[in-house]
């Protein structure tokens, strides 16, 4: 907690000193749940209850000048069920500049930055608070790389963003490798948007990996739904495995304060790295059916208050279901 008490001095100090024609803005966010695991294909896990804050993001932007921004992001939060007992810990998630040359659609992006392989899939979704989007949660690929990347416009409905980076998320390099990633978008119509997303990390200490996502979907100010299907390969040379997840969701405003949400994910693979998921740790040894349901109430702006339900439903026999109920809250300034 004195790093993040720390972090958060260090930007408040940022945002009053930054000189001359810069501007500078401060922002955060803050989420969690009060939890219980009613439910779990582990007996140790089952009936573990209580409160986390999943994450808090403390941001500052500099505007340095029309054309040269920054951005400086700590992220933390409370150790998952499956983590040692301990406290909140901060670290970098985005510490990049941004070029946009005079007159130009195309904007260069060099440090820790977000990774095209999540490009539209998380702010389509729009319920980060609630539940990460597939390849995040399944531990399939990194938000965040460390890298030179290159994003625009092609055409009015056409966009893309590109990036060659560490393959290493936000930590250092640890290898010869490296991880190179692709996004391409074209908006069929006014609200209706496709989107590719392929990366390869030729991570040469460890397993090469693949991960390839198709992306149709629609944000509108009444509703959003979108249909995903994502594919990951992982190939170490003495081992090849692949995931398959097929994703859908949907969301609802029902008037100005409430929203209904609920989310399908179908996992056609076993994935070993299911385990290790920090809030929702799941078995790896069987196919799987996730279902999440939830009321979005926002009594005032910048907050919400989510009741929701998470259900894991396993295909293999003698496997028992999860059900997680929670209280979803989330903040921001």
């Given at each position: 907690?004195?790093?993040?008490?720390?972090?958060?001095?260090?930007?408040?100090?940022?945002a009053?000193?930054?000189?001359?024609?810069?501007?500078?803005?401060?922002?955060g966010?803050?989420?969690?749940?009060?939890?219980?695991?009613?439910?779990?294909?582990?007996?140790?896990?089952?009936d573990?209850?209580?409160?986390?804050?999943?994450?808090?993001?403390?941001?500052?932007?500099?505007?340095?000048?029309?054309?040269?921004?920054?951005?400086?992001?700590?992220?933390?939060?409370?150790?998952?069920?499956?983590?040692?007992?301990?406290?909140?810990?901060?670290?970098?998630?985005?510490?990049?500049?941004?070029?946009?040359?005079?007159?130009?659609?195309?904007?260069i992006?060099?440090?820790?930055?977000?990774?095209?392989?999540?490009?539209?899939v998380e702010?389509?979704?729009?319920?980060?608070?609630?539940?990460?989007?597939?390849?995040?949660?399944?531990?399939?690929?990194?938000?965040?790389?460390?890298?030179?990347?290159?994003?625009?416009d092609?055409?009015?409905?056409?966009d893309?963003?590109?990036?060659?980076?560490?393959?290493?998320?936000?930590?250092?390099?640890?290898?010869?490798?490296?991880?190179?990633?692709?996004?391409?978008?074209?908006?069929?119509?006014?609200?209706?948007?496709?989107?590719?997303?392929?990366?390869?990390?030729?991570?040469?200490?460890?397993?090469?990996?693949?991960?390839?996502?198709?992306?149709?979907?629609?944000?509108?100010?009444?509703?959003?739904?979108?249909?995903?299907?994502?594919?990951?390969?992982?190939?170490?040379?003495?081992?090849?495995?692949?995931?398959?997840?097929?994703?859908?969701?949907?969301?609802?405003?029902?008037?100005?304060?409430?929203?209904?949400?609920?989310?399908?994910?179908?996992?056609?693979?076993?994935?070993?790295r299911?385990?290790?998921?920090?809030?929702?740790?799941?078995?790896?040894?069987?196919?799987f059916?996730?279902?999440?349901?939830?009321?979005?109430?926002?009594?005032?702006?910048?907050?919400?208050?989510?009741?929701?339900?998470?259900?894991?439903?396993?295909?293999?026999?003698?496997?028992d279901?999860?059900?997680?109920?929670?209280?979803?809250?989330?903040?921001?300034?």
């Amino acid at each position: 907690m004195n790093r993040l008490l720390a972090a958060s001095i260090a930007l408040v100090a940022m945002a009053g000193t930054t000189g001359g024609a810069a501007e500078g803005q401060l922002s955060g966010v803050v989420f969690g749940d009060a939890y219980w695991f009613a439910a779990n294909h582990d007996s140790a896990a089952k009936d573990a209850n209580g409160l986390w804050v999943r994450r808090v993001y403390l941001t500052y932007d500099v505007k340095q000048t029309e054309n040269v921004s920054m951005r400086l992001r700590f992220e933390s939060g409370s150790p998952g069920l499956n983590s040692e007992a301990g406290k909140i810990q901060p670290f970098a998630k985005d510490a990049y500049l941004k070029w946009t040359p005079s007159g130009s659609k195309h904007a260069i992006y060099l440090g820790l930055s977000g990774s095209p392989t999540f490009n539209s899939v998380e702010s389509a979704w729009g319920y980060r608070a609630v539940e990460k989007t597939p390849v995040d949660l399944y531990r399939l690929g990194s938000t965040r790389d460390l890298g030179l990347a290159l994003r625009g416009d092609l055409t009015n409905r056409l966009d893309y963003h590109l990036m060659v980076g560490n393959g290493g998320g936000t930590s250092s390099e640890s290898n010869k490798g490296k991880k190179y990633m692709v996004s391409v978008g074209l908006d069929l119509t006014d609200d209706l948007q496709v989107r590719a997303n392929f990366d390869y990390n030729d991570d040469s200490a460890s397993a090469s990996q693949t991960t390839a996502q198709g992306f149709l979907y629609s944000v509108t100010d009444h509703y959003r739904w979108g249909l995903q299907y994502t594919f990951h390969n992982r190939d170490s040379g003495n081992s090849d495995d692949s995931v398959n997840i097929v994703s859908g969701y949907g969301a609802y405003r029902l008037n100005a304060d409430t929203a209904i949400l609920a989310r399908v994910d179908i996992a056609i693979d076993e994935n070993p790295r299911a385990a290790d998921i920090s809030y929702l740790p799941l078995n790896k040894s069987s196919r799987f059916f996730f279902i999440l349901v939830g009321l979005d109430y926002s009594p005032e702006a910048g907050f919400s208050l989510i009741p929701n339900i998470e259900v894991v439903s396993y295909a293999d026999s003698g496997i028992d279901a999860d059900v997680v109920p929670r209280l979803t809250f989330s903040y921001k300034f």
